[in-house]
């Protein structure tokens, strides 16, 4: 067992005021340390672990128990390789012995619906949204298993990019798309915790409260140039802006938030069965 404070220094680089010290259970000080994974072994994961996954995902809460959400594994060498060429940069995803589309799927409940004789009227942005909540949540439950396995995961927004390449070749029908690629295999790197917002940027009580938001992210810039520099290959945008020798996390971020990303998306969603009414 581990205590808090140690928890809590190596999630955020900083003391914690906490009082009283106290003892955790091993699952979550392994959750709050948790890290993504970008390199893999070769050994399969069985098919014990992949159905107890998926079954963990299940277990996830979903909006009125719609369950609006499909699990696609992709094993087929032909679409893997041509994903990966799509993925570019991040083909090693498709390195990983597992690699997950994890969709949001408001079809299934359309046919249904249709099927019992009623009108389906509920093509709208919330039911978008709870649909990719629930998705959501089925992959964060999956990940939670498969990390207490000891299997490393790291979900891939890359794959929406690509939406209209994806599902061609995963037949995916309208109402159906990806939140995220997942991949999922035994660890062969030991990556660092990357150092989170203080927890007083987060977390809020009674009242929302960002007075002194700006104040603390200087902090927080100044806490990961200190314990966890990003190296400068990985400042963004450096063919728009140029250098900067101050690689923060707020200039990265700021970089990432002043272009835009994904412009034709609800354009392919509207294309693609989600209304979004
Ligand atoms: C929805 C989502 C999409 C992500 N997509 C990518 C991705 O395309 N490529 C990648 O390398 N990491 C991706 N990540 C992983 C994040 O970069 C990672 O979670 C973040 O840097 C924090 O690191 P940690 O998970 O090790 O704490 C994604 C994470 C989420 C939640």
Known sequence: MIDIKDLIKSRYAQDSDLKKSFDMPDSISKRILRKSCRKFKKSKVSKEILISLIASAQAAPSKSNLQQYSIL????????????????????????PLFFLFLADIRRNQIITEYKGYEYKNNSIDYFMNAVIDASLAMQNFINSAEEFGLG???????????????????????????????????????????????????????????????????????????????????????VYGFNEKNTWSENISRQMSLSERKEFKKWLKSHGFNLD
């Open 73 to 96: 594994l992709i094993k087929n060498k032909e679409i893997k390789n041509k994903l990966s060429k799509l993925l570019e940069k991040t083909a090693w995803a498709l390195e990983a």
């Open 153 to 239: 995961i790291c979900p891939i927004s890359m794959v929406r990019n690509h939406l209209e390449e994806v599902k061609k070749m995963c037949h995916l029908p309208k109402g159906v798309f990806p939140i995220a690629g997942l991949s999922v295999g035994w660890p062969d790197e030991n990556n660092e915790v990357s150092i989170r917002l203080p927890i007083k940027v987060v977390f809020h009580e009674d009242f929302y409260n960002d007075k002194d938001m700006l104040k603390q992210i200087d902090q927080y810039d100044k806490t990961i140039e200190r314990v966890q520099p990003i190296p400068k290959s990985k400042q963004r945008h450096v063919n």
